[in-house]
């Protein structure tokens, strides 16, 4: 069953602008990963917070864990037309060596 | 430097044509994993090897099989092929972790089409 949930599921956005998107899980991590994914191609991995961290920061990326309402937000700053791509969070929840993809959020950039 | 490498990158099969895809790794990684995608969904887990030790997911159709005769290739066998198979499929490895899972690296994907 899917274990996290992607809110929003399309955003659409100017570039320049910043994109955030929200991911809800429903059990408890050990860790959460966040993952993009451009057109036909494979996921790409971004990011990686533990359980016991809040906040996480890569590049243009930040991401945020919430444990206590089972929530993680990732945000980018300053979108550029090459973002554009489906952007996938992940949690270990259901056994050990094993991701359980969230939903996805479709992000479109425009110039 | 391609790390993750599928092999075709697209098969067109007909419906009922046994049908394999491959997928090899130069990462050394322990573990590795076949999803199913269709279109505007998350990648759905199939199966995943660690070591030689095959895990495979409740709900995953019998007509799925794998194979993974040495640390750097995996097949993905799919006996009886329907129209609902229809996706894209990917490989991806990631290291064995001890406290959660580490990070999956995937191939490019294998798109396949059921005539």
């Known amino acids: 069953s899917q274990q996290g949930e992607e809110d929003p599921q399309a955003l659409s956005i100017q570039e320049g602008e910043n994109a955030t998107m929200n991911c809800s899980y429903k059990t408890s991590i050990n860790n959460l990963q966040w993952y993009r994914q451009n057109s036909g191609r494979g996921l790409v991995h971004l990011i990686l917070?533990?359980?016991?961290?809040r906040e996480k920061h890569s590049g243009r990326l930040r991401v945020t864990l919430d444990t206590s309402k089972k929530s993680s937000s990732l945000l980018i700053t300053a979108s550029r037309a090459a973002d554009t791509a489906s952007y996938f969070c992940a949690t270990d929840a259901q056994g050990f060596q094993k991701l359980v993809f969230g939903t996805g959020t479709r992000l479109l950039v425009s110039p | 430097d391609a790390m993750v490498i599928q092999n075709p990158r697209y098969q067109v099969t007909q419906f009922g044509k046994p049908v394999t895809l491959s997928c090899s790794q130069t990462l050394n990684h322990n573990v590795m994993y076949w999803y199913q995608q269709k279109s505007s969904q998350a990648p759905k887990l199939l199966f995943h090897?660690?070591?030689?030790?095959?895990?495979n997911e409740a709900d995953t159709p019998d007509n799925f099989q794998s194979r993974r005769p040495n640390t750097s290739f995996c097949f993905l066998d799919i006996r009886s092929p329907g129209l609902g198979d229809a996706a894209m499929y990917l490989c991806?490895?990631?290291?064995?972790?001890?406290?959660?899972?580490?990070?999956?690296?995937f191939g490019p994907g294998t798109r396949l089409t059921v005539t």
């Open positions: 090897y660690y070591d030689k030790d095959f895990n």
């Open positions: 991806a490895t990631s290291r064995d972790g001890l406290a959660g899972t580490y990070e999956q690296y």
């Open positions: 917070i533990r359980s016991n961290e």
